[in-house]
């Protein structure tokens, strides 16, 4: 839509790069191109704004295939408008002077016509088409078929259009048709699914019965290897226990031929030690009696005051243990008197000790 702005009764038109404006004054073409901007008066200048850029036109149809069932069809059509003089003498393309908008509805028309053209060719189409044949290969023939068709319409190229692409993106049948349409499908697919759900099943169990073989293969090589071994452990058991026996009998052999040497030198010995007893005993008595008779000889000559004091020591080696003596003066009186009185007695009395 053309921008236009107001200026002490004037207006100021100001368009769009993709839009043709046509200004026409008193009849007579004053303004026309792409992009233009220009001052005129609005009760003199009668203005047309046609799109000269590309157009997409969305339509969606239903049709009726050859075995009587509905189908959508879900298309697209991009056109250009190439003459832009021509279609704005064919359709109202006329602005308002002060707003700058259509007066009419020029593309709704282009798009009725459009629309309404390629629906007759693909109705034609589709009529002649099986559904299940229309469902498989329809979007292509029905691309072909609507641009063909449009490309060969002449009124679009009296009013100036040119169809550059058509685009058919969708066949579709009624929801119950299609759920029935997809059920033979889906019994294939879950026959198949079947069908390999038992092949794996063969395939495991084939697999299980080699392994089971494999397993008593092993079990049975491993019972022979365990026979072997069992063979091969008592020989090694019989092996040993004859060596042991062996071992066993040159061991006795050797301890009998040992305690023999040994109790011969314990014999021996006992003997030696025997004797040496023998001898140091007689030695021994030798010597206590040298002792004694030395003992004897000693106190032969000794005098009777060596013999008291030899048997006070004597005594005084069996008298229990006496930790203090508590002498008082009297005992010490005495004891001193005694030991003055003692010398005095004569040498030769009978009474003294010997």
């Given at each position: 839509?053309?921008?236009?702005?107001r200026?002490?009764?004037?207006?100021?038109?100001r368009?769009?790069?993709?839009s043709?404006?046509?200004?026409?004054?008193?009849?007579?073409?004053?303004h026309?191109?792409?992009?233009l901007?220009?001052?005129?008066?609005?009760?003199?200048?009668?203005?047309?704004?046609?799109?000269?850029?590309?157009?997409?036109l969305?339509?969606?149809?239903?049709?009726?295939?050859?075995?009587?069932?509905?189908?959508?069809?879900?298309?697209?059509?991009?056109?250009?408008?190439?003459?832009p003089a021509?279609?704005?003498?064919?359709?109202?393309?006329?602005?308002?002077?002060?707003?700058?908008?259509?007066?009419?509805?020029p593309l709704?028309?282009?798009?009725?016509l459009?629309?309404?053209?390629?629906q007759?060719?693909a109705?034609?189409?589709?009529?002649?088409?099986?559904?299940?044949?229309a469902l498989?290969?329809?979007?292509?023939?029905v691309?072909r078929?609507?641009?063909?068709?449009?490309?060969?319409?002449?009124r679009?190229?009296?009013?100036?259009l040119?169809?550059?692409?058509?685009?058919?993106t969708?066949?579709?049948?009624?929801?119950?048709m299609?759920?029935?349409?997809?059920?033979p499908?889906?019994e294939?697919?879950?026959?198949?699914a079947?069908?390999?759900?038992?092949?794996?099943r063969?395939?495991?169990?084939?697999r299980?019965?080699?392994?089971?073989?494999?397993?008593m293969?092993?079990?049975?090589?491993?019972?022979?290897?365990e026979?072997?071994?069992?063979?091969?452990?008592?020989?090694?058991?019989?092996g040993?226990a004859?060596?042991?026996?062996?071992?066993?009998a040159?061991?006795?052999?050797a301890?009998?031929?040992?305690r023999?040497?040994?109790?011969?030198?314990?014999?021996?010995a006992?003997?030696?030690l025997?004797?040496?007893?023998?001898?140091?005993e007689?030695?021994?008595?030798?010597?206590?009696a040298?002792a004694?008779?030395a003992?004897?000889?000693a106190?032969?000559e000794?005098?009777?005051?060596?013999?008291h004091?030899?048997?006070?020591?004597?005594?005084?080696?069996?008298?229990?243990?006496?930790?203090?003596i508590?002498?008082?003066?009297?005992?010490?009186?005495?004891?001193?008197?005694?030991?003055?009185?003692?010398?005095?007695?004569?040498?030769?009395?009978?009474?003294?000790?010997?």
């Amino acid at each position: 839509m053309a921008d236009i702005t107001r200026r002490l009764g004037f207006r100021h038109l100001r368009a769009a790069p993709t839009s043709h404006i046509r200004y026409l004054r008193g009849g007579r073409t004053v303004h026309e191109g792409t992009g233009l901007a220009f001052w005129f008066r609005p009760r003199t200048a009668a203005i047309s704004e046609v799109p000269a850029d590309d157009r997409e036109l969305a339509m969606l149809f239903h049709a009726r295939t050859a075995d009587f069932q509905d189908l959508t069809v879900q298309a697209a059509v991009t056109y250009r408008i190439t003459e832009p003089a021509v279609t704005a003498a064919r359709l109202d393309f006329g602005i308002d002077p002060d707003t700058g908008a259509w007066r009419a509805e020029p593309l709704q028309q282009i798009g009725t016509l459009l629309t309404e053209t390629a629906q007759q060719h693909a109705l034609e189409l589709v009529a002649r088409t099986p559904l299940a044949a229309a469902l498989a290969d329809g979007i292509g023939a029905v691309r072909r078929r609507i641009a063909d068709g449009l490309a060969a319409e002449a009124r679009l190229a009296e009013i100036g259009l040119a169809v550059i692409a058509v685009r058919v993106t969708a066949l579709r049948p009624e929801a119950e048709m299609e759920r029935a349409l997809r059920t033979p499908a889906r019994e294939q697919v879950q026959q198949d699914a079947d069908r390999a759900t038992y092949e794996r099943r063969a395939v495991a169990v084939e697999r299980e019965r080699a392994i089971a073989e494999n397993e008593m293969a092993n079990q049975i090589e491993l019972a022979r290897r365990e026979e072997e071994l069992v063979a091969r452990q008592g020989a090694n058991a019989r092996g040993r226990a004859e060596q042991e026996a062996g071992a066993d009998a040159v061991r006795a052999e050797a301890e009998a031929v040992r305690r023999t040497r040994l109790a011969a030198a314990e014999a021996d010995a006992d003997r030696l030690l025997a004797a040496a007893r023998a001898e140091a005993e007689r030695a021994l008595g030798e010597a206590r009696a040298a002792a004694r008779q030395a003992w004897l000889e000693a106190h032969r000559e000794a005098g009777p005051e060596v013999l008291h004091a030899l048997a006070m020591i004597g005594l005084a080696e069996h008298l229990p243990r006496i930790d203090s003596i508590t002498l008082t003066p009297d005992v010490l009186t005495g004891l001193l008197a005694r030991l003055g009185a003692a010398p005095a007695a004569p040498a030769g009395e009978a009474g003294a000790p010997r």
